[in-house]
């Protein structure tokens, strides 16, 4: 059985989307709607340990609150506007170009088209968001796939996600790499029974990703940033720059 499918991630491995994205907007939105609630880096660390921008502010609401009373009738109504706003805010700015892709990702992309090989995106960003990463700023790569935001009932790291990315592509586990960056997006491609490669960042480089098959600081660039192996590609040669050929025929066979 060979790979016939690369999905990605989006936060975190297509841009490094959380720091400077994710949370200024979140910030942002709180600030919009008269809340005083800020997440500073370290807080939102902790927060990425639960999956989806919704259910982040419901736990946060029930555990510290967002510095104005929000009475339990109002919750669900609070919480859409919230990250209704925020998405809009970090629309703004993935359209303003203030958020670069990684390294090495459309590059890695290319090959994958190259290859013939299924390309998507599994994510539980917001399906605006999704889109406007896959259509705008990656407007050149032609995806089979993007699932995103509220597709799915349990968000990562349950697999549910990524079955759903194979039974709609017609892709088998073994047949499927993913690319992560998070411990819970690795727990959820790899129970969903598909090789992973993780790709580190600020946030998550601390994190157990020993379940991962391959982890790397970013997947590199020729005469760019290259990436630094972490963990795997026992007998493969690496000079920094991870390519589609490369994860193909490592996993393959």
Request: charged share 25%.
């Amino acid at each position: 059985m060979g790979i016939r499918g690369f999905l990605f991630d989006q936060d975190g491995v297509i841009i490094d989307t959380e720091r400077d994205g994710h949370r200024v907007a979140f910030n942002r939105a709180f600030l919009d709607l008269g809340f005083s609630a800020q997440w500073e880096p370290g807080e939102y660390h902790r927060l990425l340990q639960i999956a989806g921008g919704k259910e982040r502010l419901r736990a946060y609401l029930h555990e510290k609150g967002f510095g104005t009373p929000v009475a339990p009738a109002e919750e669900d109504s609070v919480i859409a506007r919230l990250h209704a706003r925020k998405t809009d805010i970090f629309l703004e700015l993935l359209e303003s170009g203030a958020l670069p892709l990684r390294p090495g990702v459309r590059r890695l992309m290319e090959e994958a088209m190259s290859l013939g090989l299924v390309l998507g995106v599994c994510t539980t960003s917001n399906e605006r968001a999704a889109r406007a990463v896959t259509s705008t700023v990656l407007g050149s790569i032609h995806f089979d796939l993007v699932l995103a935001g509220d597709i799915v009932r349990e968000k990562k790291p349950d697999p549910e996600i990524y079955i759903l990315a194979m039974q709609k592509t017609g892709l088998a586990p073994r047949e499927c790499v993913v690319i992560e960056d998070s411990r819970i997006g690795v727990e959820a491609a790899k129970a969903a029974g598909a090789f992973v490669v993780a790709t580190t960042n600020a946030y998550t480089e601390q994190e157990d990703l020993a379940a991962a098959d391959i982890v790397v600081t970013s997947l590199g660039d020729p005469g760019g940033e290259r990436g630094v192996l972490k963990r795997g590609l026992a007998g493969v040669s690496y000079d920094g720059v991870l390519t589609a050929r490369q994860l193909v025929d490592c996993f393959s066979g």
